[in-house]
C-alpha cells in the first residue's frame, strides 16, 4: 500500500541551524500538508501545499519556515534559523484532492531538537 | 474559527471493557467533516474514519463504532471489547468542507488498557 514517507526520522541541530525535512507525498496525491506536534501536545496545522504554490499557512508558519517541492516526488519543509521552541515532530501529510476532503495520509515524523 | 474539545486527557480501562472517546467540535461551516486519527506509541498518526455534516448514521466497523450527533456538535468514537492493542493517543479532528482544507485537532485522548 502507498504511503507517506519522510526523513531523516530523528535530526539533532543548534539554534541558529538550518534543517530541511523531506517528504515524499503519495505519489497521485496533489495536496501537501505539514503539521508539527510539540511533545505531548496536539497536532498543529503549519502549511498547505498545491499546484507548487501555498493554500494556506498558520500563525506559526513565519519568514523563518518554507516549503518547496523541487521534482515531482519531495516535498521539504526548511528552517532558516532554528529555535529551542522549534523542537517538535513534524508531520508531512498527502492527500488526494477533489470535490471533498479525502482523508489526509500522514508520514512518519521526523522528530527535530533543537539544542 | 473552527475548535475541537477533547475532554479527556487519559483514561485507562480493564481489557475487554468497553470505551467512548468524547469529541465536541466548534464550527461555523454548514459542510464540514470529521475524523478520527490515532497515535500509537510509535507516533505515526493512523485514520481512523472520515464523516461528513450531512451523515449522522452511525458506523461500525469492527469493535469500532462512531456516534455523529450535529445536535450536539460531538463525534464519539467508542471501542468494544478493547485490547492491549488499543493503547494509544486517539484525536479528533475537523476540516471545512473545501478539497484542501486544514485539519484542526483536538488535544487528544490518551487511552490506556490494562491487560
Known amino acids: 500500500e502507498p504511503e507517506v514517507t519522510q526523513t531523516p526520522s530523528h535530526q539533532v541541530t543548534q539554534m541558529g541551524q538550518e534543517v530541511i525535512l523531506r517528504c515524499v507525498p503519495i505519489?497521485?496525491?496533489?495536496?501537501f500538508y505539514w503539521y508539527r506536534q510539540i511533545l505531548g501536545q496536539k497536532v498543529e496545522f503549519l502549511v498547505s501545499?498545491?499546484?507548487?504554490?501555498?493554500?494556506?499557512k498558520s500563525e506559526i508558519f513565519d519568514d523563518q519556515f518554507s516549503v518547496e517541492r523541487p521534482d515531482g516526488s519531495n516535498f521539504t519543509l526548511k528552517i532558516r534559523s532554528t529555535k529551542l521552541e522549534d523542537s517538535a515532530m513534524y508531520f508531512c501529510?498527502?492527500?488526494?484532492?477533489?470535490?471533498?476532503?479525502?482523508?489526509?495520509?500522514f508520514g512518519p515524523g521526523t522528530r527535530l531538537t533543537v539544542t | 474559527a473552527q475548535k475541537v474539545t477533547q475532554a479527556q486527557t487519559e483514561i485507562s480501562v480493564v481489557e475487554k471493557e468497553d470505551v467512548t472517546l468524547d469529541c465536541v467540535y466548534e464550527?461555523?461551516?454548514?459542510?464540514?467533516?470529521l475524523f478520527w486519527y490515532k497515535q500509537p506509541p510509535s507516533g505515526e498518526l493512523v485514520f481512523l474514519i472520515r464523516?461528513?455534516?450531512?451523515?449522522?448514521q452511525n458506523e461500525i466497523s469492527g469493535r469500532y463504532s462512531w456516534n455523529f450527533q450535529k445536535s450536539t456538535s460531538s463525534f464519539n468514537f467508542t471501542i468494544t471489547a478493547s485490547q492491549v492493542v488499543d493503547s494509544a493517543v486517539y484525536f479528533c479532528?475537523?476540516?471545512?468542507?473545501?478539497?484542501?482544507?486544514?485539519?484542526?485537532f483536538g488535544t487528544g485522548t490518551r487511552l490506556t488498557i490494562i491487560p
Open positions: 501529510a498527502s492527500q488526494i484532492g477533489g470535490q471533498v476532503p479525502y482523508e489526509q495520509y
Open positions: 501545499f498545491y499546484n507548487n504554490e501555498i493554500s494556506e
Open positions: 464523516r461528513n455534516s450531512f451523515d449522522e
Open positions: 505519489s497521485n496525491h496533489l495536496y
Open positions: 464550527t461555523r461551516d454548514t459542510t464540514y467533516y
Open positions: 479532528a475537523l476540516s471545512s468542507n473545501f478539497g484542501n482544507e486544514k485539519l484542526t
